[in-house]
């Protein structure tokens, strides 16, 4: 059983930054694909980031890549998400989760773990 706390959300101006954190309890952190999901009213939930076990490999969506950057420190059993210009249409609660075996990083349901979830809101 993994449990996974987020934080780090909160309100940011357009343009601005954000990291979020994923604290992860539980056993062999390491052996744990880890994402980052987000969520807006009325959306269906959102891939925005996938790092592999040894944080070796990451990837993005389009609408992402080149301003987030997830990272991961298996020592603190943490996962990161660094967020850069950000823009209004990124305004969401951001979840973390964790899978053993994803075969489509995008889908939800690949994954056996999720966090609370921390909202971030961009002003334009």
């Known amino acids: 059983q993994v449990q996974l706390v987020e934080s780090g959300g909160g309100l940011v101006q357009a343009g601005g930054s954000l990291r979020l954190s994923c604290a992860a309890s539980?056993?062999?952190?390491?052996?744990?694909?880890m994402a980052w999901f987000r969520q807006a009213p009325g959306k269906e939930r959102e891939w925005v980031s996938f790092?592999?076990?040894?944080?070796?490999?990451?990837y993005y969506p389009e609408s992402v890549k080149g301003r987030f950057t997830i990272s991961r420190d298996n020592g603190k059993n943490t996962v990161y998400l660094q967020m850069h210009s950000l823009k209004p249409e990124d305004t969401a609660v951001y979840y973390c989760?964790?899978?053993?075996?994803?075969?489509?990083?995008?889908?939800?349901?690949?994954?056996?773990?999720w966090g609370q979830g921390t909202q971030v809101t961009v002003s334009s």
């Open positions: 989760a964790a899978g053993r075996f994803v075969d489509d990083m995008s889908s939800p349901h690949e994954y056996d773990y």
């Open positions: 539980g056993p062999a952190f390491e052996n744990y694909i």
């Open positions: 790092i592999s076990w040894s944080g070796s490999d990451s």
